[in-house]
């Protein structure tokens, strides 16, 4: 499943700040559960803010907020060394 057909051309920008502003959050003393929180209420909130407020708007937002941190997870795990065992 292709998350990024989900999400409207103008909302794009919020993923990549989405995006950003985690790798912030991430460097700060925040701690690492509350992020995808204070993510997703920014992603809705900036969703909100760019098509009016509304059921769609909302569910685009989760969305945004999901493939931001989808994206975050697999560059991470696609990027660091884990010792396996093998």
């Known amino acids: 499943m292709d998350l ?3 999400v409207p051309e103008q909302l794009l ?3 990549a700040a ?7 959050l991430k460097a700060s003393k925040i701690k690492d559960w509350t992020i995808p929180w204070i993510l997703l ?15 769609l708007a909302i ?5 945004c907020t999901g493939v931001a941190v989808l994206i975050n997870q697999l560059i991470k ?7 396996l065992g093998n």
Not at 41 to 55: P, Q, R
Not at 59 to 63: H, K, L, P, S
Request: aromatic content about 8%.
């Open 4 to 6: 990024i057909k989900f």
């Open 13 to 15: 920008i919020l993923v």
């Open 18 to 24: 989405l995006y950003v502003i985690g790798i912030f």
């Open 41 to 55: 209420v920014v992603g809705i909130i900036g969703a909100i803010g760019i098509e009016g407020i509304s059921v």
């Open 59 to 63: 569910i685009e937002g989760v969305i």
């Open 77 to 83: 795990q696609s990027t660091e060394k884990k010792d």
